[in-house]
């Protein structure tokens, strides 16, 4: 059973009804359009901005180099 007893196949033939009325253009622009429409609501809510950026992050590097660590030996 899938979505509210809609079944898998329901959900293909409409999704195939779909395409062949708007047409994979007009589907492809509609989700674009809700993706900007998406970021721009988030922008507007101020998320981007509490999140610093990499520039922003003070950090340190350290200079070193990489040496293979080799197996303590057993003793038995």
């Excluded at 809700?34 to 003070?58: C, H, N, Q, W, Y």
Aim: hydrophobic share 40%.
């Amino acid at each position: 059973m899938g979505f509210g007893g809609i079944s898998v196949w329901q959900l293909l033939i409409i999704l195939l009804i779909v395409i062949m009325l708007f047409g994979t253009k007009r589907l492809k622009g509609l989700g674009s359009d809700l993706g900007d429409a998406i970021k721009g609501f988030r922008k507007s809510m101020g998320t981007d901005e509490e999140k610093p950026s990499v520039e922003e992050k003070p950090g340190q590097t350290i200079d070193a180099q990489a040496r293979k660590v080799e197996e303590p030996t057993k003793k038995d």
